[in-house]
């Protein structure tokens, strides 16, 4: 998956690379800076940093990643907040720039970075995540098979930022999830159904259901209806991107999949993609929630109203929200696979 976040400590993520928010003078600090530190080895990190002397506001450096399970270390500096009228956030998408231009010097091929100037420096979370969002989002329309991971210490960091949360969360807990209607046993109601006594008086019984076992279903019936099945999941997506004009790298790209999982989509006709390579891939090609649901059932899956993601995802649908980043950030909050993964 190209673009994740993951809840962990930073200096503990393997990566080709991994960001230092770091201050002007490159000296240990504490949260992430103290992790990379002592990761790496706080004299060797120290003494690397020395060489280097400072880095300006918005910029960013790079040294070996030492005893860290990276290869580099790219240290870079945020601006401090200051109520948002001094270059503040200019500041911060130059200092992401820096990075990225970094990782794509150094040839890597994987990058895991924190949410820089949200901690200490006072950056408000919901701005420092779209700043972020919004940069790692180029980055990866210019290199689609990096790996870009943003690294959180907790789930509330990024559900600060997640768009229409209150709204999310009420339509969460209120109508769906842990006392859903939908989720109540069912097991009296089968047993009543069974009772002929329970069959209300104007009522017809029930129908007898249809025969299970294969041997009751005809040969030619069978061999007719297996002749007719529906498009492959891969059928029916291929055939959409077409209807739309799409290219294949716009749809892998928005829908936050590598190019060889597409590829394998595109070369497999009886492909079964997990429901989140599913749903992201209804998201980029912005189909409405009918529409999500109907490609869905060529994979064999639903969403339905008794699974947060499901819930999740709905949600967002019935908004006409198809960005894939916005609902995953949602999904993060709430401890549910994100879009993209396999």
């Not at 960091?157 to 006392?179: C, F, I, K, T």
């Not at 079964?272 to 409405?288: D, Q």
């Amino acid at each position: 998956m190209p673009f994740s976040i993951v809840r962990n400590d930073i200096a503990r993520v393997n990566a080709d690379v991994l960001v230092n928010a770091a201050n002007e003078r490159l000296a240990a600090g504490g949260g992430v800076c103290g992790a990379i530190f002592a990761g790496a080895g706080a004299s060797k990190m120290t003494a690397a940093c020395a060489q280097i002397g400072r880095c300006p506001t918005g910029s960013a450096v790079v040294t070996p990643g030492f005893d860290l399970p990276c290869r580099w270390v790219i240290h870079a500096v945020g601006p401090i907040w200051r109520g948002g009228s001094h270059g503040e956030r200019e500041l911060l998408r130059s200092c992401y720039r820096s990075v990225f231009a970094e990782v794509a010097r150094l040839g890597a091929a994987s990058v895991a970075f924190p949410l820089i100037s949200a901690g200490i420096f006072g950056y408000p979370v919901r701005e420092a995540l779209d700043v972020a969002r919004a940069e790692a989002s180029a980055f990866l329309d210019d290199h689609p098979d990096m790996e870009v991971t943003l690294v959180v210490f907790t789930r509330d960091v990024v559900a600060q930022g997640v768009a229409l949360l209150g709204e999310l969360r009420e339509y969460v807990d209120d109508a769906y999830v842990d006392n859903s209607p939908h989720l109540y046993d069912r097991s009296a109601e089968l047993r009543e159904l069974c009772v002929p006594d329970a069959w209300p008086l104007a009522a017809e019984p029930p129908a007898a259901p249809a025969p299970i076992a294969g041997d009751l279903v005809p040969p030619d019936e069978l061999a007719e209806r297996l002749a007719h099945l529906d498009a492959s999941f891969s059928e029916a997506l291929l055939a959409l991107i077409d209807e739309r004009g799409l290219t294949d790298a716009q749809v892998y790209r928005r829908a936050n999949l590598s190019r060889q999982l597409f590829s394998k989509i595109r070369s497999k006709p009886d492909y079964r993609p997990s429901k989140p390579t599913a749903v992201a891939l209804a998201l980029a090609l912005g189909l409405t929630l009918p529409q999500t649901q109907e490609l869905l059932a060529h994979a064999g899956l639903t969403l339905s109203r008794s699974s947060k993601f499901d819930v999740i995802v709905e949600f967002y649908l019935a908004r006409g929200v198809h960005d894939v980043m916005t609902v995953n950030e949602a999904l993060f909050a709430f401890d549910q696979p994100l879009l993209g993964s396999q």
